[in-house]
């Protein structure tokens, strides 16, 4: 079996109804793959740490953060 996953980010406008929004943009990049015999299997979110930087006497330092990523798996 093989697998693929793709990053999924959407834009919205706030002055619409971001949900359908979003769906609508979901729905779109499943059906750009399906279209090409990969089937969706689920919508993976991953969270990541990123540790500060200190940097050079406090120039160009930055915070820690988490970052949070949406990616769509896809298997054949």
């Not at 979901?26 to 500060?52: G, M, Q």
């Not at 050079?56 to 769509?72: S, V």
């Amino acid at each position: 079996m093989e697998y693929k996953v793709v990053p999924f980010a959407a834009s919205i406008d706030l002055k619409k109804n971001t949900s359908s929004q979003i769906a609508e943009q979901l729905e779109s990049a499943i059906k750009y793959h399906t279209e090409k015999d990969w089937k969706y299997v689920r919508v993976e979110n991953i969270t990541t740490f990123v540790n500060a930087e200190m940097g050079c006497f406090g120039f160009g330092a930055r915070p820690a953060q988490t970052l949070f990523t949406h990616l769509i798996v896809f298997q054949k």
